[in-house]
Each structure stands twice: as C-alpha cells, then as structure tokens.
C-alpha cells in the first residue's frame, strides 16, 4: 500500500484503475481517507458526521466480491465519497445542518445513495452546509463553521462549503452537493475543485431534503473534469419516484470528458457571456476568465460575444421564486410529526399553534426565517401577482435568452464567482450582499440547463478562481468536453492540477 499522502491526493479515476486493478484495496482507500479526516476536521471542520464503521463494513463488502463482478461494475467501484447532509442516508443521522432535524435517522436512502451502493462506493460521512442549503458561505449552519483549506479564515462557498471543502483537503475524493442557486458551482469555485449542476431533472432529487422544488438539483463535486463525469453517469438517468425526472438516461459525458483531453475545440463555437463582467468582479477573477478564454481559442475555439438581455433581472426572480417555495417546503418542519418539537412554557396555552410557533422558533436559525418571511409574503393575498407571478415571468424570459444564445453557440461561458473566498464574518451583516454573489450561478438554475465550474487559476491574492461552462438543456456533455480541454490545457501551465498545489499540512499528520 502507497502512503496516505499519495494515495488520497490520487484522482478518482486513478482511485478506480488501480482497484481494478488490485494494487489497492477499497478498505485501504477508506482507511487512509479516514485517516485524512481524523488529521483535518479541526482545521477544516467540513463534515457533520463520519461514517467511519459503516464505510468500513461497504468497502469490505466490496473487496469480498470476485473480480468477475468488481470488473461488471463502474469505473468508480470501490472509491469512496462523501455526501451533502442535504440528502438522506438510511441508519445515518441526516440533519439539513438544522436544529429542527437533529437526530434524524431516515428509515430509507435517497436514490442517487441507491446508486451510490449499487456501484460499491463506500459512504464516508455527511457534509456540513448552510442550514437547509439557505446561504451563500457555510456560516449558517446550525452545528459548526466549514472552513477553506486554501486559506482557514475564509469561507469555503455555500451552501455545500463541506462538501467541496473536504474534497479540497482530500478528506474524500469525491462529494455529493445540491445546486438550487450555485451551491455545488460557487464552492467549487473558492476552493479549487469540479462542481457540476446537471439539467433539472437529469438525477433524481427523491430523498434529497427540498428547499426550492423548482430550482434543486443533486451534482457531482471532485477534482477533475473526468470524475464528475464518471459519478455524473452513476447518479443520473430516470427515477419513477421523482416526478421532474427526464425519461431518458445520463448522456456520455464520460466519453465528451476524454474526447476534450485531446485539447481539439475545433468546429467548437463558444458563447462570451456579456452580462456576466463588469463591476464587482475582482480583476484577478477577470484575468483568470480571460486567460481560459484565450486557452479555449488556442484549441480551436470559435468565441464570440453573446448577449443575454434579461440576465441582469435574475437574482431579483430567483429572490422571489426561491423564498417562496421554501415558505412552502419548510411549513412541514412543525413539530407534529418529526424532528424537534418545543412545547410553550406553562404561562402559555398548550395549544398545537403554540407549540409548531416554539418549536420553528427554537429550529430555524436566522436565514431560513429570513427566507420563509420573504417566501410567505411574496405568496400572500394581494401581492402574489405582484411578486411571485412577475419574478415567473422574468423567469420564463431568462429561459428564452437562454433557447435564442444556443441557436448561436454551442457552450456558454463566465466566471462561475464574482469573488474569490472572502473572510469569515465579512457579508452576514449585509445579507443583500451576500445574494449578489450568486449573480454568475443563478440563471443556470432559472432555466434548469446543466452547468459547471472548473478551477481556472489563483487569483492575485493566491485564492482559487473559477470558470464555468454552461450547456443547453438535457446537453451536459457538450460542456464537458471543452471543461476537460481547459482543465487539460491549464494544468500544463500550473505543472500540474491546481489541487495538488494546496498546502495541505494536515497530510503530514496522517500515517
């Protein structure tokens, strides 16, 4: 067996060649992970709960079966991963980093952790996030703070800061996140990793925790280019129990993957988004997304300036849209049937009112009542056709920006992050300014198209930057050729992956 150190910071991939194999078992890649997570969580602190005896148990299990059935199987078999607390995991608390949750052991598994088994990928723990994936920096979960591993007094993105932070710190090589805003991109993006929301509907959402139904989507965080791809192909394809569900299976993204390591855009024509630039966008964000840019052209790209005119009216929708329909799904978290119930004090009559009041406000911390007041009024009598019914038609507008840019081009492309991560504490103050952020990710989410981040680079104060790509609807693969080809042609001018360069002096410490 490699060392720890070398064995975590393999790719995914890698990760599942050399099971194939038998130069390492699953056992020996969950225990050295295991080992990264026991070394890191106290500077780190992405996940709320490790799984350490039941991964075990999965990566046995796996090992046992003969190489006839491990060869039938993914790429991925054997490698481990975490998960985002947003997705239910049977016999493994599952909390939407909530109070109102705490202690919640889901008697089922979510589909895409059906998957996950099926293909003998051992589940190493649950991930920390904004509570209810309501945030834009992890700083609003009811348990701990995640923190950045490029920088541990800068926030790592959110909601799913603890999933893409442990596969930043090769705490996992893979995560599971849910995208409804940005919040499997924007992390990528602050921490150097892959993160990918794919078209609405492409991977089931039954058992993943609902926060906006319209919006959510369960996605890859890794990396590498490849690897998104490969957990991609695990995850999607229909689900009969997720009503939103597309009938087709997952696309070849794996194979567009490997076609774009061969660096050959040619024939490629590529969409400069217009609207995403400008103020407010760090000049080390700028320079990095022109430098990809030009890369994209060397290989034989044809880029061309695209205009998406009501861009600049999507967090104003999203604003409305996403509160709304969080008003509604949280209106179940009322202590009657699950979770956390708080009775009145006895002054108080004991009435069921009474009691769903105390509890909701013991549960819910301040975002997610932010958020649900700003939902019921938008949906109140009287200013539903004001409010939410305009913000739906801005956003059936914004779908058709989208529809008329693809007849032009074949991929979309911006900075997936106006900033790079910013320091703790920086922007709870000022709540509007913590939702401008999510500028460059929302529209993808508006419009339900599939879209990814790469990382592009440091910026000049040495923090990661990311660019993302943006394909048309139930098209993820065309985004992941040109996503590998960048990452490919990148890495040539880094001497390497950009995570390989993360100081991670916690490996050190493991065996």
Known sequence: MANVADLVKLSAAEMGAAIKKGEVSS??????HLEVIEAAEPSVDAFLKVSADEAREQADAFDAKSADEKAAMPELAGVPIAIKDMIVTKGIETTAASKILEGWIPPYDATVIEKLKAAGMPILGKTNLDEF?????????????????????????????????????????????????????????????????????????????????????????????????????????????DSTSIPEGPRPMVAAAREGMKRDLKGLKVGLIKELGGEGFQPGVVARFNEGVKKLEEMGAEVTEVSLPHLPYSLGAYYIIMPSEVSSNLARYDGMRYGLRVMPPDNVPQTAANMMAYTREAGFGDEVKRRIILGTYALSAGYYDAWYGSAQKVRTLIIDDFKKAFEKVDVLVGPTSPVTAFKFGEKTEDPMAMYAIDITTIPANLAGVPAMSIPAGLSDDGLPVGFQFIAPQQRDEVMYKPAAALEAALEDEWNGPIWKSLNASWLGQAK
């Open 133 to 241: 994936a309501q945030g834009s920096s992890t700083e609003h979960s009811a348990f701990k703070t995640t923190h950045n591993p490029w920088d541990t007094d800068r926030v790592p993105g959110g909601s799913g800061g603890g999933s893409a932070s442990a596969v930043a710190a090769f705490e996992a090589p893979l995560a599971l996140g849910t995208d409804t805003g940005g919040s499997i991109r924007q992390p990528g993006a602050l921490t150097g990793t892959v993160g990918v929301k794919p078209t609405y509907g492409g991977v089931s959402r039954f058992g993943a925790i609902a926060m906006a139904s319209s919006l959510d989507q369960i996605g890859p965080c890794s990396r590498t280019v490849l690897d998104s791809a490969l957990l991609q192909e695990i995850i999607g394809g229909h689900d009969k129990r």
């Open 27 to 32: 056992r020996e890649l969950v225990d050295a």
